[in-house]
């Protein structure tokens, strides 16, 4: 039986413990359960770097200029990836560093041709450096990486359970939405991916499951249970 692939996208705040402080906890449980899941699933991680910088939020707050803030983010990505990397060599999960911006003491540059190599050996493919290209987000760079891996699906770990028809943090009437599809999430503009990304994986007809992946065995939750947090697909 073929493995399913899933591109596990994550914000680079597991690397944070919630008074902000830096930990490895959060990461060495979701390596643990890609382990436990390893006989049914492949895992690409497209890995996030806000933990560190996000171009928008901190560039415009120090002042840098727009496309040097996001080249700093995607540098953020390449310091979680190789945390990320580190980590599961330690656990005995083999994994493979990709890099959008050529850094070869880092990692390999990203081609399809690498992409097939890792996949083959069963290794965990890390992507970094989003896309390489400023103004894009690493939801973008998601899907991009979900149809090179050729994914079944694309799981996105967030600070969040779900979707929900207003941010739950500010409003305490909104409604977890268990399904939607990419045009009602579009027309409601739930701001829960960037509409690139929606884009990308409507056209491409990859569906997106987002759910809260700081919740205990959030993983293996989202492996045995299709209504684990929200599900958008195409309509
Ligand atoms: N980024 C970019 N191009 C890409 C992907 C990411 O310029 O293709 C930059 C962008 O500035 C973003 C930062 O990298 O803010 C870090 O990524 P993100 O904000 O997605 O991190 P997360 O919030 O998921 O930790």
Redesign the pocket.
């Known amino acids: 039986m073929s493995k399913k692939r899933i591109l596990l996208?994550?914000?680079?705040?597991i690397f944070l413990a919630k008074d902000g402080t830096p930990t490895s906890e959060n990461v060495l449980s979701l390596i643990r359960q890609m382990k436990e899941l390893g006989d049914a699933f492949q895992f690409g991680v497209v890995?996030?770097?806000?933990?560190?910088?996000?171009?928008?939020?901190?560039?415009s707050k120090m002042g840098v200029r727009p496309s040097v803030?996001?080249?700093?983010?995607?540098l953020?990505?390449m310091m979680?990836g190789l945390m990320l990397k580190d980590f599961a060599e330690q656990n005995d999960l083999s994994a493979e560093l990709l890099c959008?911006m050529p850094s070869p003491e880092i990692g390999k540059p990203i081609s399809q041709q690498t992409i097939n190599g890792s996949l083959s050996k069963g290794e965990l493919l890390i992507f970094t450096?989003?896309?390489?290209?400023?103004?894009?987000?690493?939801?973008?760079?998601a899907i991009l990486r979900a149809l090179q891996i050729q994914a079944d699906e694309v799981w996105k770990g967030t600070s969040i359970d779900g979707i929900y028809t207003a941010d739950p943090k500010i409003d305490p009437t909104a409604q977890k939405i268990e399904r939607i599809s990419f045009q009602d999430a579009i027309e409601k503009r739930l701001g829960i991916m960037d509409l690139t990304a929606y884009a990308m994986a409507e056209q491409h007809d990859e569906t997106i499951r987002i759910f809260d992946i700081f919740a205990p065995d959030a993983l293996l939750k989202a492996a045995q249970d299709p209504h684990f947090g929200s599900t958008i697909f195409k309509g």
Do not use: C, L, W, Y
């Open positions: 996208k994550v914000t680079g705040e890995i996030g770097g806000g933990n560190f910088f996000r171009g928008s939020q901190h560039g803030g996001h080249q700093i983010g995607m953020a990505t979680n959008a450096g989003g896309t390489g290209n400023p103004f894009f987000t690493t939801d973008t760079t």
